[in-house]
């Protein structure tokens, strides 16, 4: 693919309860919960994003920008979507209530965010399952930074060295700010204070989770690396243990 195809797109970071065990919230996100989801329309893709409970902060570090996830805000996992046209995503929260009133079996806290009609960049042709490994990165913005030159930042030089780097699978996001309307589920915590919240995330694929520290070498990564802290202050790196694809139309 010469060119990202842009994409309107949302990105969920959740928080499981703490007073059920692990493996039953993953049962239950991958089960009832998707088979909920799975009948809302408008949606191209919809991919549940299981992380690593120990596997994160790896992405590499320079002054200023934080790698490392503090503990009291370590996320569990993402919800990834991908609507089938911006007036398809405008209409999404009409269709939401039965999966809004669920969230409350699972999750402590819920963090929705939209991209934005195009705020979202898919890299890679169709859907690789053959893809061992995913991690994937939450952006926050440094301030001072405009919107649009931190979403150029994002697609035209995050995007753009991770495909030359060969990424397997790849899409960059960029969120419009902040609101706790945007996933008001009842009975969930939204709770997201100013220095918390992320403006953009990045779903890598790779080989083996070998193959992603080899491609953190890279040279193109070296290049982000080297220039980030002008942009960003921080990112988090999450291992993905298992995605679980609840909606494919394309």
Same mark, same amino acid.
């Given at each position: 693919?010469?060119?990202?195809?842009?994409?309107? !797109?949302?990105?969920?970071?959740?928080?499981?309860?703490? @007073?059920?065990?692990?493996?039953?919230?993953?049962?239950?996100?991958?089960?009832?919960?998707?088979?909920?989801?799975?009948?809302? +329309?408008?949606?191209?893709?919809?991919?549940?994003?299981?992380?690593? +409970?120990?596997?994160?902060?790896?992405? +590499? /570090?320079?002054?200023?920008?934080?790698?490392?996830?503090?503990?009291?805000?370590?996320? @569990?996992?993402?919800?990834?979507?991908?609507?089938? !046209?911006? +007036?398809?995503?405008?209409?999404?929260?009409?269709?939401?209530?039965?999966?809004?009133?669920?969230?409350?079996?699972?999750? =402590?806290?819920?963090?929705?965010?939209?991209?934005?009609?195009?705020?979202?960049?898919?890299?890679?042709?169709?859907? @690789? &399952?053959?893809?061992?490994?995913?991690?994937?990165?939450?952006?926050?913005?440094?301030?001072?930074?405009?919107?649009?030159?931190?979403?150029?930042?994002?697609?035209?030089?995050?995007?753009?060295?991770?495909?030359?780097?060969?990424?397997?699978?790849?899409?960059?996001?960029?969120?419009?700010?902040?609101?706790?309307?945007?996933?008001?589920?009842?009975?969930?915590?939204? &709770?997201?204070?100013?220095?918390?919240?992320?403006?953009?995330?990045?779903?890598?694929?790779?080989?083996?989770?070998?193959?992603? @520290?080899?491609?953190?070498? /890279? =040279?193109?990564?070296?290049?982000?690396?080297?220039?980030?802290?002008?942009?960003?202050?921080?990112?988090?790196?999450?291992?993905?243990?298992?995605?679980?694809?609840?909606?494919?139309?394309?």
């Amino acid at each position: 693919m010469s060119r990202p195809v842009k994409t309107s !797109s949302f990105m969920a970071p959740v928080w499981f309860r703490g @007073d059920l065990p692990r493996a039953s919230v993953l049962g239950y996100w991958a089960g009832p919960h998707a088979q909920i989801a799975g009948r809302l +329309p408008n949606m191209a893709e919809y991919v549940q994003r299981h992380f690593s +409970p120990t596997d994160h902060g790896y992405w +590499p /570090s320079s002054p200023t920008v934080g790698t490392i996830v503090p503990p009291s805000r370590r996320c @569990d996992g993402v919800a990834e979507v991908r609507f089938l !046209s911006t +007036p398809a995503a405008l209409g999404m929260p009409l269709h939401m209530r039965e999966v809004y009133a669920d969230e409350q079996n699972v999750f =402590e806290r819920v963090l929705g965010n939209v991209t934005g009609p195009g705020g979202g960049r898919w890299w890679t042709d169709g859907h @690789d &399952d053959a893809v061992g490994h995913r991690t994937v990165l939450l952006l926050r913005r440094r301030r001072g930074v405009s919107g649009r030159a931190f979403r150029k930042y994002v697609h035209d030089r995050i995007g753009r060295a991770l495909y030359e780097a060969g990424a397997r699978d790849l899409r960059t996001y960029t969120f419009l700010p902040w609101s706790r309307f945007v996933h008001a589920s009842p009975g969930v915590c939204h &709770d997201n204070p100013t220095f918390r919240r992320y403006h953009g995330g990045v779903v890598i694929g790779a080989d083996s989770r070998a193959a992603m @520290d080899e491609m953190l070498k /890279s =040279e193109q990564v070296e290049g982000i690396v080297a220039d980030q802290q002008g942009f960003l202050t921080a990112v988090h790196a999450y291992a993905v243990e298992r995605s679980v694809p609840v909606i494919r139309t394309t």
